[in-house]
Structure formats: structure tokens, C-alpha cells
């Protein structure tokens, strides 16, 4: 009798299980599939690391073009298509159109979505109109439209399950990011730093589309969600009001902190971790104070969306070193001790290795050594400025104060790295990083705010370091000691995700268009291919029918384009001297196309 | 203020005459300087004036830095464009002062099937419509290459009438 009791409570018990956290406990199962690809970055832990290794540093330099598509789209295209079973997601910048594709049956197309946007969102978008993908849970594709739209179709018909509002595109608010599902919820935040806009992340009910909670970026304990007392800032409570308390007045209503990056979840601490971006507007001396808690790094539960700790990079931005880049989790040892790690390469050139627990900070590091803000960061846990970059008088355009130009700061505003995330492979037990190699001239200015308009406040020039005519690198970095294993010059600022793979071979695109493969112990490269044009997207791979293809997204633009569709301002051209750096045009022109890759029958 | 009385005067004029491609803007010759700094060229439209030494009037200069912060997002470094807005310096050769003025205040869209192009209006944004013609006569010393692509180091000092204008305007005390 007490064993039938026994079997039937352990049954009951399963089942309740389940039912609680199925989405979550089928999503984990799909990540660890390497033959799909169904979230952005691959999996929750942001390696963007694959198992596959059919194609290998060996065979790779055989590799060939197996299919194209067109996504019928101009604008930049960044992100990444998703791969589940013999389907294929691929979305497009602005109209954000959503393609099913079956990879069974000649990748025909199953369905497509157009959603009905209100043109004026384009230009409240502050750098193209790009969208950073799709994410999957419980049977629907979820997409983030420009206009901020939250929008759940259904993978078998692309029928849609539900849709919420995210924000007001009239504020400025607008949406480019990819969202994450976690457990029940779908977790997205929101874009709008140019426009004073008060970003946040929020929470939707995976089954329904309602608000389930939001966090936002500055404001009131109770808005961002922090804990005065078991909300920790390395190590210390952060205490009340930690953030109004680094704003003059109501500024933090319109302080930015947008929230437009990647995010990651660590599904045995039920943390989730993302980066907030620069606090509005871009000239310092008009927002006096830390700008608390802009430029940081969140970590909170992914249930209720507490934070357990906030770690502030750059605190009061001088130089729109948004802090939204992926956080990278990896177990490793540091001194022998095995360690649960975030990593995370800011765009203020720094990269940051932390105890993803705790929030303690362990690395800290230039990952340029062209980096001249800071002399780097505060490191003794006894100092009173423990883990604040030490700012140099000579880049601090604060000091120099409005309407002075503050020349040669490196990294520029694009800083060292932007969006486009980096890989870790846990064989070498490297992260892969895609970087810009560009400096700045900054001059703050004052401003007025208008909801729904650019709030930006700072003239701008950027050029490639002095002396230098590459504008960008690709690097492996190791994350315990803080230290550039190898590097590969790029003409242009790679902004393209890179893969790694358990071939060995580690995936990029470039701004000019190449898909390259490299060795991962050694960086060499040992493939290229030019795709229809510059690569902006992230490279993905997956397995169909007993074959490994590697894909990617190429189609100029993003802020990549602002810049270097016209080639950097030459601070030598004034003086009769050839630029070693001719413009990106020469190179390549707009259109999205998917290419994909595979070794030859 | 008065600029902004001037934005509301171009508009009325664009709205009933529509953004059509004009003629381009002519001879860029300065002949007369205003109190506020502003030479004008035989028309009375806003010119620039720069020097064999490579003074800049201030209109040439403040354009410089307002295209720099509010425009060059989109239009690209210099007025040379991007992957997905004209180049400025271009397209100011086929437009009068009048029609730029009001594509700023009131925006355009040009969208078709293949792409999809909206510039916002600026009329009601001090940062730029306090600005429009600073904005115009840096453009037009790009367009006729009469100033390259870099930051003007010698400049005219800003003149006491232009900062009570700017001042004005902004809604500064």
C-alpha cells in the first residue's frame, strides 16, 4: 500500500513539474541540440558556441555556397535567422517581415508576415532601421517590431497568438532587439537613448502577451526594482534611492539607459543579465551626477525581475559608451577555483570578467590597446573608488566642459565593440570579438528635450587611431587574465557575431562582405567568401539531413553605415595627405540576403 | 523667436506650393553681412563667407557643429550620406533656400516599393529649427566644396546679436 501511495505522489509530483516549467524545460532541451539554433545567441549562456563539427579547420576551406535568399529588404540587416527541425525564421529590418522557410522541401517559403507599421517610426530609429531577430518558446515565433509592438505567430502558420504595445514611438521609444524567452515569460527591452527616453525591460506572459513586470533603467526603487538592502553594487547594499540620488531633479524621466542589447539567463541561479546604455543626453556637463543606473550591468531574477546585483562601468557617460553589449556566462577556474563568470566587452574598451553570482568583479581590461579614457579600473576592494574607471583629464569632455572639442579619445562612440556579439568556445576556452579600432573628436553642447525628437548633444568626428588605417580587429581574448591571445587587422570595424564551433573554425562577417572562417587556436584564416554585401548580421550554423550549413545574414547599414558609407572623416586630409582608408562604397551596396554555406557532396 | 516666426512662414509657403525639385541656389557670393553674423548672397538668401585663410563666418561653423549632433545619424558625416539618407552637400544643389527650410520644418517622406525613406519634421525641435540656417550655409560651402571635410579651426567670434537671437529662441533666460 505505501509503495502504491509513494509511486502515485512521485507521479502527481512529475506532472506538476512539467506543467510549471515546460517552455522553459523544452527551450534548454532545444538549445542543447546542435542541429538547431533556437534562440539568438544560440543558447542562454550567449556563447554562440555550436557542437558541430562536420565543417572543420581542416575541410572548411572547401566550403561553398549551397543556397541564397532574398529578403526583399534594403535597410541594414542585423541578427541572425532561427533553425528548428526543418524550419528556418528569417526577419528583415523595417517592415520587419517574418519568412518560414522549409529546409525539407527546397526552402520554400511556408508562410511570411508583414506586420502594418506607421512609416514615421523610421526616423525616431536613431541608427537604421535594423531589428537584431526573432526568439521562440511554446510553439510561437516572437518578433520586436520598430514600432515597439510585441508580437507572438505561431511557428506551424505565422497566424498571430497575441501582440502587446512595448512603447510610444511618438517618445521616441522603438524597438530593434531581440527578445528572450524565459521560463514563462517573454523578457525585451527597448530602444529610444537619442530621444530621452526612460528605457527599462519587461516581462510578458509567454501564453498571453500581458504585462507581467518591468524594470526599468533609472527612477525610483520601486521602478527599477532594486532592494535597498539585499540589492547589491560590488558586494555593498546598494541603499535607497541609489539611483535619484545621481540626478539632478526629475532628469532621470528622460536619462536613457536604453536596454537594446542581448540578454542571457543562467537557468540554475534563475538570473537573467543584461546591460543598459548611455543616460541622455550625450553632453555630460547638462546631467550632473553618476547617471545611476545607466551604462550597468543588471542581474536579476527571472521571475520577478528583483535585481540581486548592478555594477555601474562607466558611471556618468562622457562619451556614449552605451553598456548593452551581450553578457557571455562560462564556468572556468581563476586561480585554480572553479568560477561561474559573466563576461562582457563594453564599448567603453574595456572587458569585464565578473562572478556571475555575486556581482564580485575580477578582470577588468583594455581589449584595445588603443584605449586612452581611463587609465583603467580602480581595483582595491579598500579604495574608496573600488571598480570606477579612472578617467584621464585629457579624453574627459566633462572637464573640458560645453563648446570645447576634445580630440583623439579612443574607442570612439561606437566603442572598441557594439552590439555585434562576440563568441566563447569552451574547447579553447576563448571568446572571439568582433571589434572597432576608431577614435573621436567630442564636443558637448547644450540641448533642449522634445518628446518624440533627438535629444543628442554632442558633435562628433571619428577616424581610425593616429598612424593607423585599419579601422578594426578581430580578436581572441582570453577572460581570466585579461589578455589579447591573438588579432587579425579588418579594413573596417568588424560589426558582424561571430560563431565558434567545435570544428575548431570560428565564423565572421565583414563590413565589406566577406564571410570568413578562421582557425581558433591560431586566428588564421582559412576561408573567404563575398556575400552580395557588407555583413552586419550574426553567423549561425545547424544541421539538416545529416549536413552542416553555416549561415548569414548580409545587407549593409546600422550605424556601420552612418559612418563608413561615406568613409571616416580623414584628420589628414586637410593636409594634402593620401588616406590610407577609402570609403565602404567602394566596396559594397545595399541588400539583405540570406547566404548559406556547406562543404560539397 | 523670430526665427521661429520665420519657420511658420516658410511652412504656410511650402504647404501651398509643395516640395518640388527647384532650381539650385546660385551664385554663393557673400555681398552683404547681417548684425547677426549672417552674409547673404545677391538673391538675400544665407551664404558663407570664407576667408584665403581659412576663416569661417560663424553661420559656416555653427552649421558645422548642429549638422555634427541632430543630422549627420542619418545624412552621414559631412553631408556625404549614408546607407539610407541622401547626402545634404548633393542635395542642396538642387534646392532653393526656401524648399530646404521647409523639408526641414515639416519633414518628407519618399516611399516606394522598394524602399522606404521618412525625414521627421523638425519644426517644433529647437535643437535644428533654431538652427536651419546655420544648418544651410554649412551645407552650401559643402556642396560647392567650398569647405571640405573637416572641422573649421579659424572662425569668425559669435556676434552679441546672433546669441540674443539663439538665446531667444532656445527659450534661455
Known amino acids: ?601 | 523667436m523670430r526665427k521661429i516666426c520665420s519657420v511658420i512662414a516658410v511652412m504656410i509657403f511650402v504647404a501651398s506650393g509643395g516640395v518640388a525639385v527647384a532650381d539650385g541656389p546660385g551664385d554663393p557670393t557673400a555681398v552683404k553681412k547681417e548684425d547677426d553674423g549672417k552674409w547673404l548672397d545677391k538673391e538675400g538668401n544665407p551664404t558663407y563667407k570664407i576667408s584665403a585663410d581659412g576663416t569661417v563666418d560663424w553661420f559656416t561653423y555653427s552649421g558645422y557643429r548642429r549638422y555634427h549632433s541632430d543630422c549627420h545619424v542619418c545624412h552621414g558625416p559631412d553631408g556625404m550620406g549614408s546607407t539610407y539618407a541622401p547626402a545634404l552637400k548633393d542635395s542642396v544643389k538642387s534646392m532653393s533656400y526656401g524648399d530646404f527650410i521647409g523639408v526641414i520644418a515639416s519633414g518628407r517622406k519618399n516611399i516606394s516599393t522598394a524602399q522606404e525613406n521618412v525625414m521627421p519634421a523638425f519644426g517644433d525641435n529647437p535643437n535644428v529649427a533654431c538652427y536651419m540656417d546655420d544648418l544651410y550655409v554649412y551645407l552650401r560651402a559643402r556642396s560647392t566644396e567650398a569647405w571640405g571635410r573637416q572641422r573649421p579651426s579659424k572662425k569668425e567670434e559669435k556676434p552679441e546679436a546672433y546669441t540674443k537671437a539663439e538665446d531667444a529662441c532656445m527659450g534661455k533666460k
Open chain 1, 1 to 601: 500500500m505505501r509503495k502504491v501511495l509513494l509511486a502515485t505522489y512521485l507521479g502527481s509530483a512529475a506532472a506538476l513539474a512539467v506543467g510549471s516549467a515546460s517552455a522553459n524545460d523544452e527551450l534548454i532541451k532545444m538549445s542543447q541540440n546542435p542541429k538547431d539554433w533556437v534562440m539568438p545567441a544560440g543558447d542562454y549562456a550567449n556563447t554562440r558556441y555550436s557542437k558541430l563539427n562536420q565543417i572543420n579547420a581542416q575541410n572548411v576551406g572547401k566550403l561553398q555556397v549551397a543556397w541564397t535568399f532574398s529578403t526583399g529588404v534594403l535597410r541594414g540587416h542585423e541578427g541572425g535567422p532561427l533553425i528548428i527541425g526543418n524550419v528556418m525564421y528569417v526577419h528583415t529590418p523595417f517592415p520587419n517581415k517574418v519568412y518560414a522557410l522549409d529546409l525539407s522541401n527546397e526552402n520554400k517559403i511556408i508562410w511570411k508576415y508583414e506586420p502594418k507599421q506607421d512609416p514615421n517610426v523610421i526616423p525616431v530609429m536613431c541608427c537604421d532601421t535594423v531589428n537584431r531577430g526573432l526568439s521562440y518558446g511554446d510553439g510561437k515565433i516572437i518578433l520586436h517590431q520598430a514600432d515597439t509592438t510585441l508580437v507572438a505567430l505561431d511557428a506551424k502558420t505565422g497566424q498571430v497568438a497575441w501582440s502587446a504595445t512595448n512603447g510610444n514611438p511618438a517618445k521616441g521609444e522603438t524597438g530593434t532587439s531581440a527578445a528572450l524567452v524565459v521560463k514563462d515569460k517573454v523578457l525585451v527591452g527597448i530602444s529610444g537613448g537619442e530621444f530621452g527616453v526612460q528605457c527599462h525591460v519587461t516581462a510578458y506572459d509567454l501564453k498571453s502577451g500581458k504585462q507581467v513586470w518591468r524594470a526599468f533603467s533609472e527612477g525610483p526603487d520601486d521602478q527599477i526594482k532594486l532592494d535597498p538592502v539585499k540589492t547589491t553594487a560590488l558586494g555593498k547594499p546598494v541603499g535607497a534611492d541609489s539611483s535619484l540620488k545621481t540626478w539632478q531633479g526629475d532628469q532621470w524621466k528622460i536619462g536613457g539607459g536604453c536596454t537594446w542589447g542581448w540578454m542571457s539567463f543562467d537557468p540554475a541561479l534563475n538570473m537573467v543579465y543584461y546591460g543598459s546604455g548611455n543616460p541622455s543626453t550625450w553632453n555630460p556637463k547638462q546631467r550632473p551626477g553618476d547617471n545611476k543606473w545607466s551604462m550597468t550591468i543588471f542581474a536579476r531574477d527571472a521571475d520577478t525581475g528583483m535585481a540581486k546585483w548592478v555594477y555601474q562601468m562607466t558611471p556618468h557617460d562622457e562619451w556614449d559608451y552605451d553598456g548593452v553589449n551581450e553578457m557571455i556566462l562560462t564556468d572556468q577556474q581563476i586561480n585554480g577555483q572553479p568560477r561561474k563568470l559573466l563576461t562582457h566587452f563594453d564599448r567603453n574598451g574595456l572587458a569585464y570578467t565578473m562572478d556571475r553570482e555575486n556581482g564580485e568583479l575580477l578582470v577588468a581590461e583594455k581589449y584595445d590597446p588603443k584605449v586612452n579614457w581611463t587609465s583603467g579600473v580602480d581595483m582595491n576592494k579598500s579604495s574608496p573608488t573600488y571598480g570606477r574607471p579612472k578617467v584621464l583629464d585629457a579624453a574627459s569632455t566633462d572637464k573640458a566642459g560645453e563648446d570645447h572639442n576634445v580630440k583623439g579619445i579612443c574607442p570612439a562612440a561606437l566603442g572598441t565593440k557594439d552590439e555585434q556579439p562576440a563568441a566563447y568556445s569552451p574547447d579553447t576556452q576563448l571568446f572571439y570579438v568582433p571589434t572597432n579600432h576608431v577614435c573621436m573628436d567630442y564636443e558637448p553642447f547644450k540641448v533642449s528635450y522634445t518628446a518624440g525628437q533627438p535629444y543628442v548633444g554632442a558633435t562628433l568626428s571619428m577616424y581610425p587611431p593616429q598612424g593607423e588605417s585599419h579601422m578594426g580587429n578581430f580578436i581572441a581574448w582570453d577572460g581570466k587574465t585579461g589578455k589579447i591571445v591573438w588579432s587579425n587587422k579588418e579594413q573596417f570595424s568588424v560589426w558582424s557575431g561571430a560563431l565558434a564551433t567545435a570544428g575548431g573554425v570560428v565564423f565572421y562577417g565583414t563590413l565589406e562582405g566577406y564571410l570568413k572562417a578562421v582557425d581558433a587556436k591560431s586566428g588564421k584564416e582559412l576561408y573567404k567568401f563575398k556575400t552580395p554585401s557588407g555583413i552586419i548580421g550574426n553567423v549561425t550554423t545547424y544541421e539538416n539531413n545529416g549536413k552542416q550549413y553555416v549561415a548569414v545574414l548580409s545587407g549593409v547599414g546600422g550605424w556601420a553605415g552612418i559612418g563608413l558609407a561615406a568613409g571616416l572623416t580623414d584628420p589628414t586630409a586637410g593636409l594634402g595627405a593620401v588616406g590610407g582608408y577609402a570609403a565602404l562604397s567602394n566596396y559594397t551596396a545595399l541588400g539583405g540576403t540570406l547566404t548559406v554555406f556547406s562543404l560539397p557532396n
